[in-house]
């Protein structure tokens, strides 16, 4: 079975999930994070629940405790995607609002006891000081595009790296030379790619660069992916 480990069922204007890929639907606002319980419920689907950095720059946090209850009445897999987003702002206000939801959201998921989705851009060191300042080991880097020896030192951490069909010349030095055992692949859809079936092309980029059969690749990345976000209740 291919997990496609992260994709917004709920941003698609007409849902057609393939019927060989299993997805995990991911949250990144309150609205989205609505969605997604309903859909996952209704599909029998795994979803994450956060609030994104991108969603404090849009909306502000003056509601975030009640956001923040909403997650905990829920039955997520995972806390996210959250983390810190440089991309969309350099206002110093905004990027203080996005450390101290990234720590909230962070403290979420202890309590919680789960695993943590990270969206970064242009942040990544940012993020990763953090995680290894509060000993989170237990954190997935959701379309990493961040380099190499970066990769190395978070995944030495523990951590995960997640790959997108996306190709570009750091993820190719990363699918290279990080150990299969790290890695999980993810379609980011319908942002980073239109539909949930090209997660292939992600399992397509690795196989290719690590020279396995297909085959090889979703079994792989496929049972990291079930482990991390402990998938085994929903294959029954
Ligand atoms: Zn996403």
Not at 219 to 232: P, R, W
Request: hydrophobic content about 40%; charged content about 30%; proline content about 4%.
């Amino acid at each position: 079975m291919i997990i496609d480990s992260h994709c917004h069922l709920d941003s698609f204007e007409i849902l057609n999930i393939p019927k060989d890929i299993f997805p995990i639907t991911s949250g990144y606002s309150h609205d989205s994070n609505v969605k997604n319980v309903e859909i996952g419920k209704k599909l029998k689907v795994p979803y994450t629940l956060g609030i994104a950095p991108q969603t404090s720059i849009r909306e502000g946090l003056d509601v975030l405790d009640r956001w923040i209850d909403f997650i905990k009445s829920q039955s997520p897999v995972a806390i996210g995607e959250i983390g810190l987003d440089f991309h969309w702002t350099n206002e110093e206000t905004k990027i203080k609002e996005e450390y101290f939801l990234f720590d909230k959201m962070i403290t979420l998921a202890e309590e919680m006891n789960l695993p943590i989705v990270i969206h970064s851009r242009k942040a990544e060191k940012e993020v990763f000081e953090i995680l290894k300042q509060k000993n989170i080991r237990n954190f997935v880097m959701h379309c990493y595009s961040g380099d190499y020896s970066l990769a190395e030192e978070i995944t030495s951490f523990g951590g995960l790296i997640s790959i997108p069909p996306i190709h570009s010349k750091n993820r190719k030095e990363v699918i290279e030379k990080i150990p299969l055992k790290y890695l999980i692949v993810e379609s980011d859809a319908p942002y980073i790619v239109k539909n949930i079936a090209e997660v292939k092309k992600a399992i397509d980029y690795i196989s290719d660069v690590k020279k396995l059969s297909f085959d090889e690749v979703v079994e792989k990345t496929s049972e990291n992916t079930i482990n991390f976000f402990k998938l085994e209740g929903f294959y029954v």
